[in-house]
């Protein structure tokens, strides 16, 4: 295999097994937020057993998001030593200013926040909750700016191929931006619902942990079922803007070879770029045109007005229908299951055990579908770096032999692979473990140490 | 010197503070990380919280140096990235695995902890390994095709782990007490000598594997002036050592060693910032034609000057919120 392929290869392993972890701390850092805050408000024990609990798994997913995230940001110098160089006045105060404002902000308060309790007040700890939330939210903002002027770029110059920057609000607010981050907050925050309400209910079918996990199950629940229509609006409306912005990657999504007018929604096809069309189509009549110009005989610019800018076909055409079919059933469970439990009065013992499996079943849904959309998004994106402006191969290490590359490719493969094992099995693991055994002091200490606590931050 | 021609050294200094508190910080969680394996079980989860608390933000310092070397020195980022292609990859390996054998050892099964514990091990091993071979390599400007460029690569991959494991016993006789705290001055005495040697070696090796390092060094009346930063050095290490032995090490003064180990490292990190300036990559770029925009660092200044002394506020609260001996942490 070539090296350029490879480096891709390596940079996507990374990425792909990157994005798994944000995702979920991204939003998880509010629902903490809100359990801590339901907790000194109610002073319900099965909140702070639910902080607990979730704090766990949020200190296991951001230290797989840390180390991976230092991963890549070698990996930018050791496989694309021509992107710094040429873009690096755009991209590299984005990137500086996510490590100084969100990086060091999530890092400094993360062990007050898992560990101080007791050592600093409430107040002090809330805040430390807060910085860490407000942190990972900040980290993604300037990646997705970055990202979103790397698919739509503007406000910048090109000097002797060396980018310059003429305007920071057009770089910051590029066009592709705001839609960008909207998508990506809200598939945050249903991949984070989505495991707390699967988790939850893996948890009540194993009869553990009977006052927290209800009171989880519903918030997930709920918060999946608001916000999958939203995230399913936002969605339409960042595919017009990619349709007005690189027509072609929308040409792949759908499967278009040829510039035409009502164009028919592809349910099922194989897309053949020897041939340049698809086999074994299987598509709704007139359906794409109406969707993507809201018009039955809207003109939809097809692949092959692109001839050697397009990105390759078939991975876009099928990441797409991924993320489009698993954010359906998403949108299905959620309502199911919501209109089911709301019926039980959320009581869990009468909550049908079938809605339960659904649930624990779409535990991980959140991380495919938003895999399979940043594949879409990167993927179309080829073969540019900076879309149109740049192209991958030219920015790729050309010093590199091809088989060092596939020598660390196959180790961070076997890591990544063996580490997704390891963490699925620990979040499982961990849901079974009995309430009381998770957390001794629980019950006969959580008002009094709360009250200590109080003293203490004081001194503190 | 116009304030544009400046930009390239503000930087330059901010890449190498990042750099040495990096080394400072990350180099006794690092270090504990290799003590591991000589505790008892029970030791080991004082080790952990001894640690637990800072490491991410230590690590941070690593991004911000990388980042600091990718933007705003960027033809330099490529080069020395590409030159260090599987050292890098491998330190990354072992700080993945150290990272999240931290996580995954308190909260998977307990009969798969010690393989966890295992991983840490190895995890810090191979990252300080890599590490040091990464710095013999950088010092040497990269140079090849001589049998001594990888005989000094090796032995400065090899004295860096002993350098942090060191480092990371003071950190420990500082943190903790009792039975552990003896283990610790008993650990910091063994990882001393090495540690010396070490330093002895790279001192003399450098000036005669770097012809530029030699001339910097060894003219009058340059010499007279510089050689404060060696004997200021050894003073250290002497002080270090002979305090290890006073029982005084385990009560009062339990701080001192590690505060001498720092400043030997400082003193460090001066003499190898005085031999390489004004280059990034030894003989072959400088700062000035590695260096980014003037537009684009003003904008990165801005945000530095705003966004350090908060940085350095709240890891300050941080260090003073766990202050004292590690006790054993609790998710709370």
Redesign the interface.
């Known amino acids: 295999m070539d090296a350029l392929l490879l480096a891709r290869a390596q940079f996507a392993a990374n990425v792909t097994f990157h994005i798994l972890f944000p995702t979920i701390t991204i939003a998880l850092g509010w629902f903490l937020l809100f359990m801590r805050w339901r907790w000194l408000k109610t002073r319900d024990p099965a909140w702070l057993g639910a902080y607990?609990f979730w704090?766990?798994v949020f200190?296991?997913s951001?230290?797989?998001g840390?180390?991976?995230?230092?991963?890549m940001?070698?990996q930018?110098?050791?496989n694309w030593?021509?992107f710094?160089?040429k873009t690096?006045?755009?991209s590299?105060?984005l990137?500086?200013?996510e490590?100084?404002?969100a990086?060091?902000?999530e890092?400094?308060?993360?062990?007050?926040m898992?560990?101080?309790?007791?050592?600093?007040s409430e107040r002090v700890h809330m805040m430390a909750t807060f910085f860490v939330a407000f942190g990972t939210t900040m980290s993604a903002f300037w990646i997705l700016v970055l990202n979103s002027w790397m698919q739509t770029p503007a406000g910048h110059e090109v000097i002797d191929g060396?980018f310059?920057?003429k305007s920071?609000a057009e770089v910051l607010f590029n066009p592709s931006f705001p839609y960008r981050f909207a998508h990506m907050l809200l598939a945050s925050a249903l991949t984070c619902a989505f495991l707390m309400a699967g988790l939850s209910a893996w948890q009540l079918l194993r009869g553990q942990s009977e006052r927290s996990a209800p009171k989880v199950l519903r918030v997930g629940l709920t918060v999946a079922a608001a916000l999958i229509p939203v995230q399913i609006f936002v969605g339409d409306l960042h595919g017009l803007n990619t349709l007005e912005h690189q027509p072609q990657k929308v040409a792949a999504m759908e499967g278009v070879w040829e510039t035409q007018r009502g164009a028919p929604l592809l349910l099922f096809a194989w897309p053949d770029e020897a041939t340049r069309s698809n086999r074994f189509e299987i598509g709704i009549p007139k359906m794409a045109s109406f969707i993507l110009t809201h018009d039955f005989d809207g003109e939809i610019k097809g692949l092959n007005d692109f001839p050697d800018v397009h990105p390759p076909v078939a991975t876009v055409f099928w990441s797409f229908r991924v993320m489009v079919g698993v954010g359906m059933l998403m949108l299905a469970t959620s309502w199911a299951a919501w209109f089911l439990a709301r019926r039980a009065g959320w009581a869990p013992e009468r909550i049908p055990r079938l809605a339960l499996w659904a649930l624990a079943g779409m535990t991980f849904s959140g991380w495919i579908a938003t895999v399979a959309g940043w594949w879409v998004t990167e993927i179309g994106r080829q073969p540019f770096v900076v879309y149109g402006l740049l192209r991958t191969a030219d920015v790729a290490?050309t010093?590199?032999p091809s088989p060092?590359i596939a020598l660390?490719l196959t180790?961070?493969m076997v890591?990544y692979v063996a580490?997704i094992f390891?963490y699925v099995?620990?979040l499982k693991?961990?849901a079974e473990k009995p309430e009381d055994v998770l957390q001794p002091d629980l019950v006969e200490a959580a008002g009094a140490?709360a009250a200590a606590a109080l003293v203490a931050g004081g001194k503190? | 010197m116009s304030f544009d021609e400046a930009l390239p050294v503000i930087f330059m200094a901010l890449m190498g503070l990042s750099m040495l508190i990096y080394v400072i910080s990350d180099g006794y969680d690092l270090g504990v990380g290799l003590l591991m394996h000589r505790a008892t079980p029970e030791e080991k989860d004082v080790l952990i919280a001894s640690i637990g608390p800072f490491w991410d933000a230590n690590e941070t310092w690593l991004v911000l140096g990388v980042g600091i070397l990718l933007v705003a020195f960027p033809k330099a980022h490529g080069l020395v990235l590409t030159q260090l292609y599987l050292p890098v990859a491998l330190m990354l390996i072992g700080l993945i695995l150290r990272g999240v054998a931290f996580d995954f050892r308190v909260k998977a099964k307990a009969v798969r902890k010690p393989m966890w514990d295992r991983l840490f091990f190895a995890g810090s091993l191979l990252a300080s390994l890599s590490q040091g071979w990464m710095l013999g390599r950088y010092i040497s400007g990269f140079g090849d095709g001589g049998w001594n460029y990888p005989v000094f690569a090796a032995a400065i991959a090899l004295a860096l782990p002993a350098a942090y494991a060191l480092l990371g016993a003071a950190w420990l006789i500082m943190k903790t007490e009792g039975a552990l705290q003896a283990k610790a001055v008993h650990w910091a005495k063994l990882a001393w000598a090495p540690v010396v040697v070490g330093m002895l070696l790279i001192s003399l090796a450098t000036p005669w594997i770097s012809e530029t390092v030699r001339e910097r060094w060894f003219t009058l009346p340059a010499f007279i002036a510089l050689s404060v930063i060696p004997v200021m050095t050894g003073l250290a290490l002497v002080v270090a050592r002979l305090i290890l032995d006073k029982p005084i090490v385990r009560g009062e003064l339990c701080w001192l060693p590690f505060v001498l180990l720092i400043s030997v490292f400082c003193l460090g990190f001066v003499g190898l910032a005085y031999s390489i300036y004004p280059y990034v990559v030894i003989d072959q770029l400088t700062i000035w034609q590695a260096a980014s925009s003037p537009a684009a660092l003003k904008v990165i200044l801005i945000g530095t000057c705003i966004s350090v002394p908060a940085i350095a506020a709240y890891t300050v609260f941080s260090y003073k919120v766990f202050w004292g001996k590690a006790t054993e942490l609790r998710y709370g």
Request: net charge positive; aromatic share 16%; glycine share 14%.
């Open positions: 607990r704090t766990k200190a296991l951001f230290a797989l840390v180390v991976s995230g230092i991963t940001s070698f930018f110098g050791t030593p021509g710094m160089e690096g006045n755009v590299g105060p990137l500086g200013y490590v100084l404002t990086f060091f902000l890092a400094g308060f993360l062990g007050i898992l560990f101080g309790h007791g050592r600093v060396v310059h920057v920071w290490a010093t590199v060092m660390t180790m961070y890591v580490l390891a099995t620990v693991y961990m140490k503190a």
